[in-house]
């Protein structure tokens, strides 16, 4: 508990907070026993990764540094100094909340590089599936080198506050590849039942492509290798039965 008002003292420093604002956390802080939970779930990433690369066969160390409290980042590189590392991989955690130009520039030049461009929806999605981010998908998807099955890992709720045009335009190009019409209409469900959840009317534009989806997919063009998936009740139901909505 001691360590709480030090620690935010060095979170806060430079910045004017009200002394009550900084009871208040301090507060949230002595609810988790004095300790940010933060600290721990990084280590414990920390050794997943380790014991990862060990069975793999790579003794590659894994080394955890922090901003505001220990292990302080200038502790840590004093560490890998003196276990000789002269090279390394790093992993900066929330960069996207401290320069969106940093993680803006990182996930361009995934496009250019072949061994991150199949992450760079997984990439994308934790960032959000925003109007910038879908126009980078679709450059990703024209420069070739994703496959459909790269764009399931956004049929989930990164894709609640995507703006509809621009989603409808992702799903289009997602549907011209091998495979894409399935993972379009499985994004699009999620979409709907998302939706259905906050009370939100279907746009027309995501109704209208979701329409042109299961024609293609009856017409059995999109659909790939494998038994026929029974599409989910609440896309259909939205797409053939409700009236269109702007």
């Not at 061994?115 to 960032?127: E, G, T």
């Not at 679709?138 to 609640?160: D, E, K, P």
């Not at 017409?219 to 909505?245: D, K, M, Q, V, Y």
Request: proline content about 7%; hydrophobic content about 40%.
């Amino acid at each position: 508990m001691a360590d709480i008002r030090p620690f935010l003292a060095n979170v806060l420093r430079g910045r004017r907070i009200p002394p009550e604002r900084i009871e208040e956390v301090a507060g949230h802080y002595e609810h988790f026993g004095g300790v940010s939970p933060l600290t721990e779930i990084t280590l414990k990433q920390a050794d997943g990764l380790r014991q990862r690369l060990a069975s793999a066969g790579l003794g590659i160390p894994v080394f955890v540094g922090m901003r505001n409290w220990h292990p302080l980042l200038p502790d840590t590189l004093r560490e890998m100094a003196n276990a000789g590392v002269k090279r390394a991989i790093g992993f900066i955690s929330a960069a996207h909340d401290q320069d969106p130009n940093f993680t803006s520039n990182v996930l361009e030049a995934a496009i250019s590089n072949v061994n991150l461009l199949p992450n760079l929806p997984y990439l994308q999605a934790r960032v959000g599936i925003d109007a910038e981010g879908i126009a980078r998908l679709r450059r990703a998807i024209s420069a070739g080198g994703l496959a459909a099955s790269n764009f399931h890992c956004i049929a989930n709720r990164s894709v609640s506050g995507s703006p509809p045009e621009h989603l409808a335009a992702l799903l289009e190009d997602i549907a011209m590849l091998p495979g894409g019409v399935e993972i379009g209409l499985d994004i699009l469900n999620m979409r709907f039942h998302l939706d259905s959840q906050e009370g939100i009317e279907q746009s027309a534009r995501l109704v209208s492509v979701g329409r042109d989806l299961l024609a293609v997919d009856t017409l059995g063009e999109g659909h790939g290798p494998g038994p026929r998936p029974e599409w989910p009740f609440l896309t259909t139901i939205t797409l053939l039965r409700n009236p269109l909505r702007t």
